[in-house]
């Protein structure tokens, strides 16, 4: 999927992952993180209505995904509601300045669609992110997000918004999801969240 025909922007918004298959149905689905969902529509109305590019990432993987070795199983396939934009998303995202970017990896910034956004964008600066999974695809696509940008010289700003993500089974998963806020923050990335 090639990105054309887009303004030049300062700033965006970058939905990981609230897709069905993290969130409602199949194998790494944790309806809890639902609960993220309010605040996120928020910050996305506030990007919208701030003319702010809105990124809606995507986990979309084929049958063979390599992936699915690490994970022990399929999640997320190409055509089926689990590779869809919850339901309370999706009417953001065919508005303007929104862009949907698939992603067959653990990290937004391996996505050809994102490398191809990112190619076209040489004044954008700040990064919202919000979504799922907070220990693998959000601290994954952060921290790479920033090194690219460092490898260009490019000034930014990434803010992780820490009342607007979440992790399946986050209970279990604790000492996961602390790690990697820690490494976020080690990297020069700001979790920030709603006073």
């Excluded at 701030?50 to 809606?56: D, E, N, Q, S, T």
């Excluded at 209970?171 to 806020?181: D, H, I, P």
Aim: glycine residues 4%.
């Amino acid at each position: 999927m090639e990105i054309k025909n887009m303004k030049i922007y300062k700033s965006c918004l970058i939905v990981v992952d609230m897709v069905n298959g993290f969130v409602r149905e199949g194998m790494l689905h944790d309806e809890s993180i639902a609960n993220i969902i309010p605040r996120q529509i928020e910050l996305i109305k506030e990007a919208h209505q701030a003319g702010k590019a809105i990124l809606f990432v995507k986990d979309t993987h084929q049958p063979d995904s390599t992936e699915f070795v690490r994970f022990r199983g399929s999640h997320c396939l190409a055509g089926t509601t689990e590779s869809e934009l919850v339901e309370e998303l999706k009417p953001w995202e065919e508005q303007e300045d929104t862009f949907r970017i698939l992603k067959n990896s653990t990290s937004f910034m391996e996505s050809p669609t994102f490398r191809s956004f990112m190619a076209k964008q040489p004044e954008l600066q700040e990064f919202d992110v919000v979504g799922c999974c907070t220990d693998i695809c959000v601290v994954n696509g952060s921290i790479a997000l920033a090194n690219y940008l460092d490898e260009r010289n490019h000034p930014h700003t990434i803010r992780v918004h820490e009342d607007a993500i979440a992790t399946y089974a986050e209970e279990n998963r604790k000492e996961y999801v602390e790690a990697a806020k820690i490494l976020m923050k080690q990297q020069g990335i700001e979790l920030v969240k709603k006073k």
